[in-house]
């Protein structure tokens, strides 16, 4: 690839698209970011819920004082004709008043928090002790560790302190106004400190009102909208590449004497520089680094990997926007859900949004480099096999027909092959989407009972690698490459298995981050079970025999058309289905 060539087709499509904008699109594109410029250190504030319930009461009231300091709450004059109105929330008079709709319920839910904060703040600086007798120390285990034993001793998690001042008020029957002379509870059964103890990172000590479960949502949030804005960049980079097949226009680049891969280079390098300046940009508004910034480098590439085969096979504009959305949706998903999980599990390592996560958190430890490679290696090398997909339709005969879409990536995959070695190529350029996409089942799995995870997980992994092990095989039937013949297919079948198996084993990587101490995980891997050596050399192999068998099988199918291909298919997927189970039942 000419690097001076590439950078003027650049050149060249950034004039292009630059000169092709409007003032109405540029307007609206500046708008946007405008807005999310300054909403973003809003909500990195807590801005977003300031005052968002009205509270009535006077300023004499033993109320008021607790309302002035909560953030989510705003005092007002109490008026009978607002609260009916609509106006107030909250009503405080010689009884409380509630609004009757949700509003009503989460502003007085926020004013029993409220309530409980005050009290116990004032009851702290009287005398902290009596205020909070008992101190809880939470310290996270495996869920698979081993139950407890009669008879064991553990260290200590939690004291407790007697307390001598008996004035607490255990009392739940009502509501009990704040007052700084007397010791007095609320009597509201729920946790303090309201939306922060959401927010926060997570408590491992302090009082039982004190302690939260770990959920960094404030950061997530802050994480989402780094995603935000690259819908902007692929909505134009595909719409530029629809352009080029649009009437043909394309026909001639195509001519000119510059290569598939130096326009595809040359026309993506514009879009990946503008969604990096914005990921920059993003960073430096909600208090990234640049850590955030290299996390995000291999969702931009599979972004726009994604974005350049769907634009090379939708054959309208209109099924290009299904094809956009449907990309967001996927990548979104895929960065997103795992990230959730950034303070609790090693499952976080999927997605390089956690790295952000923890970016933005300002963690005391920032994410391990093993969790850039774990998290970013399958979206690299997914993305140059999607680039490599697209280039396989850009040329003229395919580039501007209207076949369907499953017809174009049929036809992509087969341009690939050249001979029976080929499919086990494919084979192993489609392990980096069958592990992108086992994680995400991962991701989405763990948290259920292992007697339901495992058995969904292996139909998922199952089907995934069944269709990446056969559709070369399938590609290459369809368009004549291979001869149709039972023996021929057995063959194809055994060497795609082969190949598979061969780039599957770049999966025991995953070890580095601990995604091995979960059990679903093990199973993803195939790694992990206490048994004996000749046992694991027989399990090491053993896949190897699977995979051949079961691509044969899908094969055999394959070589008879699209509906015996899926009876195949099936086939293949029942078998790999029994076999894992059998192992797991016999090993595990």
């Known amino acids: 690839m000419r690097l001076r060539k590439v950078l003027r087709i650049s050149r060249w499509e950034v004039s292009r698209t630059a000169g092709g904008l409007d003032r109405r699109t540029l307007g609206f594109a500046i708008l946007v970011f405008v807005l999310v410029a300054a909403v973003a250190p809003f909500a990195f504030d807590g801005g977003l819920y300031d005052e968002l319930y009205v509270v009535g009461v006077e300023d004499d009231d033993g109320y008021h004082e607790a309302v002035e300091r909560a953030d989510t709450l705003r005092a007002v004059e109490p008026s009978w004709s607002a609260f009916s109105s609509g106006d107030i929330d909250v009503l405080v008079r010689d009884d409380i008043h509630v609004a009757d709709d949700q509003k009503g319920e989460a502003a007085v839910a926020e004013l029993r928090d409220a309530a409980r904060r005050y009290n116990a703040g004032e009851l702290a600086e009287k005398d902290p002790d009596a205020a909070f007798p008992v101190s809880v120390e939470i310290n996270y285990v495996d869920r698979d560790a081993e139950p407890a034993e009669p008879g064991d001793t553990f260290e200590p998690v939690a004291e407790e302190e007697d307390s001598e001042d008996e004035d607490a008020d255990d009392d739940d029957d009502g509501v009990d106004a704040p007052d700084a002379e007397e010791d007095v509870d609320d009597g509201f059964s729920l946790p303090s400190g309201g939306l922060g103890g959401i927010i926060g990172q997570g408590g491992r000590s302090g009082t039982p009102d004190d302690i939260a479960p770990p959920f960094p949502f404030e950061s997530l949030i802050l994480a989402f909208a780094f995603l935000v804005p690259l819908n902007f960049v692929v909505q134009a980079y595909s719409t530029s590449v629809m352009n080029e097949r649009i009437g043909r226009r394309g026909v001639l680049m195509l001519a000119s004497p510059v290569s598939r891969q130096e326009i595809i280079a040359g026309k993506t390098v ?54 956009t959305v449907f990309v967001s949706v996927v990548v979104t998903s895929y960065v997103f859900i795992p990230a959730i999980f950034t303070d609790i599990d090693p499952v976080a390592a999927i997605s390089p949004l956690s790295i952000v996560v923890r970016d933005l958190q300002q963690a005391a430890s920032a994410a ?58 494919v084979s192993v350029f489609l392990v980096p989407f069958v592990f992108a996409i086992q994680l995400l089942v991962v991701a989405t ?144």
């Open 270 to 323: 514009p879009y990946f520089a503008a969604a990096l300046a914005l990921v920059a940009a993003v960073a430096a508004v909600v208090g990234g680094g640049w850590r955030s910034v290299v996390a995000m480098v291999p969702v931009l590439l599979i972004f726009l990997s994604l974005t350049f085969v769907g634009a090379m096979f939708a054959r309208s504009y209109k099924e290009l926007t299904f094809v």
């Open 368 to 425: 391990p480099a093993s969790w850039y490679v774990f998290s970013g290696a399958p979206l690299v090398f997914s993305s140059a096999v999607l680039f490599s997909l697209g280039s396989g339709v850009y040329r003229e005969e395919e580039m501007f027909n209207q076949r369907r879409v499953p017809h174009k990536a049929v036809a992509a995959v087969a341009s690939w092959l050249r001979r029976r070695a080929s499919v086990a190529k």
């Open 445 to 588: 799995l763990f948290a259920l009972p292992v007697e339901v995870s495992l058995p969904l997980f292996f139909v998922a992994a199952a089907v995934v690698e069944e269709v990446a092990k056969s559709v070369s095989v399938y590609a290459g039937f369809a368009h004549s490459v291979f001869e149709r013949n039972d023996r021929n297919a057995v063959v194809l079948g055994a060497i795609s298995g082969a190949g598979f198996f061969v780039g599957e084993k770049f999966a025991h990587l995953a070890q580095l981050v601990g995604l091995d101490t979960l059990e679903i995980g093990r199973a993803a891997l195939g790694v992990g079970f206490d048994v004996s050596p000749l046992v694991l050399v027989a399990l090491f192999f053993a896949p190897l025999v699977l995979h051949a068998v079961a691509a044969s099988l899908a094969a055999l199918g394959a070589c008879r058309g699209k509906r015996g291909y899926l009876v195949g298919l099936v086939a293949a997927v029942v078998v790999h289905v029994a076999y894992n189970l059998t192992v797991v039942g016999l090993v595990a």
